[in-house]
């Protein structure tokens, strides 16, 4: 009996849909994502793929995987219903103070993101719990039921409390959920002590603000889904992504909204490793270029690089500090509003901009012919040639290109350029702007970005990857089966995983290991359980260790893996060798005589990663070129030939320019450079010597 697992990514422009067969058939379609309902734009995806199929709803009996946007459109929208914040007395201007960090010093009209919560909606109690997780002085529940009638009052759906050094011991937080949950049950209560149980206050409070901002949000959003999916006919309980790379069950996850707002970017780069380890390549960039962003993700090791904290909502996109902080595990990435509804426009100096304001789905490009007036990337790239405006998304979705002219043209005439030159100028502008971004996220972690190979995917990514590769010194560009939909395809191959922090300030060498064991137990054990809801038998359940470690006195840590189970094992001099191993490889030095103190232990519990993949159906003989069509390129025009991928054969060599066309992207390749078609279906463009 055959086995099917569908996967939907709801993205800022496109939702997209993947329906595998466990024979490696694949089915897959975009449609434009619905921000007013995102479900409607689910389901008519599902719809269209199980059509596609030719399967009903109770035939796909493998998982039923989502990415969603619905976290970060809340986050960016600013439109959540009313939440209060509970602190501790003295503290109730925390998310106002932030950590007193300026991300511009010479700034003297600095903005920083409004906090999710006002003044006028946080309370505070007379508690407190010592840095050693002593209680000074317990909660006081008729102090609590005072505030709990003052929310019920001002109509407060959800509560976030943060009280000082509750992730050393979270028994106050739990008396707050208590009486919440005798007196007002409907409120949804987020704990920081469960969300984010690490030290720094003000980091804490902004995750579980945030959490609490989104808990209204998502949560009736996925028991919607589960039940629309139940009525539907389909047997399997959705898994969730997560900003880290790995999927949950949909209760949980709507418990945990933080951990999703990097869902659909997270799959894309976790298949990106996939990738990296199908073409046997340690190291690459995963490139995922859609509608309304561009992400970059170094992979290293067959393993994308993960951070501890991340910002949403940030004043400057390319300044750290003037976002709202998180403080769980996530991807790390870069992503910057250049998609292919990144609208283009004249700034005060008459100079031409890109982004990052989208046109997203509606009312999208103006070659949409949704209203639209704005000229974007996708207009551009219709009014070069590069994209074909009746075959878009295979013909179903056709583009007005004397629209996409007329627009393109009167943003030229400010400027003195034609409309080829205007749409030439957008293209190469937003190309450099992706090409600054990898280059600045490779420099700032110490790799050298030069000659790395390069995934490119994304509905827009494969248009763009070829001159964002050689704006980058790039000689390699991957673009692989099912481009388009890819981060879709990338929940499919991702493992059930959870990634768990909690802090444990102690000196390595003095370290009390009896309560290092109570802590990666207390993780293990809350792991195990996520996992568990998964659908995960509990023996299946695997687990690796990390800590972040720094030297005495210094402000940031390091993140190291521990090779050992601290649970049954006690071994501070590995940690000790690994620490300044790293850090001698990131700064080129160490101090020997310095002593090294343990900030956080990190556990990674893991399912089994799954083995699923998608063929394309290949040809044994190329077929030549099917058409022919001009292309604006650089400002002069260039006849292209235009190939469509199922016309490939396998090793046959195509000199650029070409345009590969398949359903739902097109592939650009420039001149100097060559294409080939994979043995397991992937493009493969390399950069001639000397070109």
């Known amino acids: 009996m055959t086995r099917y697992s569908l996967a939907v990514d709801i993205g800022g422009t496109f939702t997209d849909a993947v329906l595998l067969a466990d024979d490696g058939r694949a089915f897959v379609d975009k449609t434009l994502t619905t921000h007013g309902d995102l479900l409607e734009g689910f389901f008519r995806g599902v719809d269209l793929v199980m059509g596609r199929a030719g399967i009903e709803p109770a035939h796909v009996n493998d998982v039923v995987v989502h990415a969603t946007t619905v976290v970060t459109n809340a986050l960016i929208e600013r439109k959540g219903p009313p939440v209060a914040l509970i602190l501790t007395k003295g503290f109730s201007d925390i998310l106002y103070i932030r950590e007193e960090h300026r991300y511009d010093m010479y700034d003297p009209q600095i903005e920083f993101a409004e906090p999710l919560i006002p003044r006028e909606r946080t309370f505070v109690i007379d508690e407190r719990i010592y840095a050693d997780g002593s209680v000074a002085v317990e909660a006081d529940e008729a102090e609590i039921e005072a505030i709990v009638d003052r929310c019920v009052e001002m109509g407060i759906e959800s509560v976030a409390v943060s009280l000082l050094n509750s992730y050393r011991n979270g028994a106050n937080e739990q008396t707050v959920a208590a009486v919440f949950a005798r007196k007002a049950p409907n409120i949804y209560v987020s704990l920081s002590s469960e969300i984010a149980p690490q030290m720094r206050e003000y980091l804490r409070t902004s995750t579980v603000a945030i959490n609490a901002y989104t808990v209204p949000i998502t949560r009736p959003y996925l028991t919607a889904l589960i039940e629309q999916l139940g009525q539907r006919g389909f047997a399997q309980q959705p898994l969730i992504m997560l900003s880290n790379g790995g999927v949950i069950a949909a209760e949980r996850a709507g418990r945990l909204p933080v951990r999703m707002i990097e869902s659909g970017p997270a799959a894309g780069a976790l298949v990106a490793c996939y990738f990296s380890r199908v073409f046997g390549l340690k190291d690459l960039i995963s490139f995922d270029m859609g509608g309304t962003t561009a992400k970059a993700c170094m992979i290293q090791n067959h393993e994308p690089l993960v951070t501890g904290t991340f910002e949403v909502d940030r004043r400057y996109r ?374």
């Not at 769980?328 to 998609?339: L, T």
Request: charged residues 20%.
């Open 318 to 691: 390319f300044k750290p500090g003037s976002g709202m902080p998180i403080t769980v595990p996530s991807i790390d990435m870069i992503e910057i509003g250049a998609g292919g509804g990144s609208i283009a426009w004249i700034d005060d100096l008459g100079l031409l901009k890109t982004g990052p304001e989208s046109a997203g789905s509606i009312p999208g490009p103006v070659c949409y012919g949704r209203g639209g007036t704005q000229p974007c990337v996708t207009d551009a790239d219709v009014v070069l040639g590069i994209i074909d405006p009746d075959r878009f998304l295979g013909g179903d979705m056709k583009l007005d290109a004397d629209a996409a002219g007329t627009a393109l043209e009167e943003l030229g005439a400010k400027i003195g350029l034609s409309r080829e030159q205007a749409a030439w100028g957008v293209f190469e502008i937003v190309c450099e702007q992706m090409a600054a971004a990898a280059r600045t996220h490779a420099t700032d972690r110490g790799i050298d970005y030069r000659g790395l190979p390069m995934l490119a995917f994304g509905g827009a990514g494969p248009v763009h990857a070829c001159m964002v590769a050689d704006l980058i010194e790039s000689t390699q560009v991957i673009y692989p089966p099912l481009a388009s939909v890819l981060s879709a395809f990338g929940t499919l191959v991702t493992p059930t995983q959870i990634d768990l922090v909690k802090s444990q300030l102690s000196g390595v060498n003095t370290l009390d290991w009896d309560a290092a064991r109570d802590v990666v137990t207390s993780m293990t054990d809350d792991g195990t359980a996520a996992l568990v809801e998964a659908g995960i038998a509990r023996d299946d359940v695997n687990f690796t260790f990390g800590a972040d470690l720094r030297y005495l006195g210094q402000q940031s840590e390091m993140r190291i893996e521990v090779p050992f189970d601290p649970r049954t094992q006690q071994d501070a001099d590995a940690m000790r060798e690994i620490f300044e191993r790293e850090y001698v490889n990131l700064y080129g030095l160490k101090l020997d005589a310095m002593a090294i103190e343990l900030v956080n232990w990190h556990v990674t519990a893991r399912g089994a990663t799954p083995e699923r993949s998608a063929t394309l159906p290949q040809t044994e003989k190329a077929v030549s070129a099917r058409d022919r069509r001009t292309v604006h390129l650089r400002g002069k025009p260039v006849d292209v030939a235009v190939r469509h991928r199922t016309q490939l054969a396998v090793g046959d060599v195509i000199q650029g320019p070409v345009i590969i066309e398949e359903r739902e992207t097109t592939a650009f390749i420039l001149p100097g450079w060559t294409v080939e078609l994979h043995e397991n279906g992937s493009l493969v463009a390399n950069k001639q010597i000397g070109a």
